[in-house]
């Protein structure tokens, strides 16, 4: 256990540090746009950069799969059994759906190396990989849940 708690903990500080960056980013546009009144053409397209690696990122590796937006009114009504099942099934169908993207996805990221950003001339491959990392990162917390409801210590999980 004590791997997957450094790895949780290296996950947040990358989180952290993305974060960091988009927000520096931003008030250093902020900066030049409005005391220097000389924009930075650079500024908002790495906070762009910056923002979606975060959002990606958090998704994949930080909020926890129970934390994501989902439809609870049926949900929350029926019992602890029937929420098991509804759970191993979006559980699957997610699964699925995701590991179905996989393939589709590396032949896009695969056209977009082609491609690079329009102002600082990054690969776009490198931008938009993060995608790839939440498709990975999600399934596989989808999979470790998946494995915890079928398992006798399902109900701690809820």
Known sequence: MKTGRLLKQAADWIGVALFLTAFCGFVAQIFYRYALNDPLRWTEEFTMIAFIWTVFWAA??????????????????????TQRLFD???????????????????????????????????????????????????????????????????????
């Not at 989902?70 to 059994?81: A, I, L």
């Not at 993060?130 to 210590?153: D, E, K, N, S």
């Open 60 to 81: 994949a590796f930080l909020v926890p799969i129970r934390e994501h937006v989902s439809f609870e009114v049926v949900y929350d009504v029926v019992s602890p059994r």
């Open 88 to 158: 191993i099934f979006s559980m699957t169908m997610l699964i699925i759906a995701f590991v179905l993207l996989i393939p589709a996805t590396w032949d896009y990221l695969d056209f977009l190396t082609r491609k690079k950003s329009p102002v600082l001339r990054l690969p776009m491959h490198l931008i938009y990989g993060c995608y790839m990392l939440f498709l990975v990162g999600f399934t596989i917390q989808a999979v470790a849940r998946l494995v915890t409801l079928f398992g006798p210590r399902w109900q701690e999980q809820n």
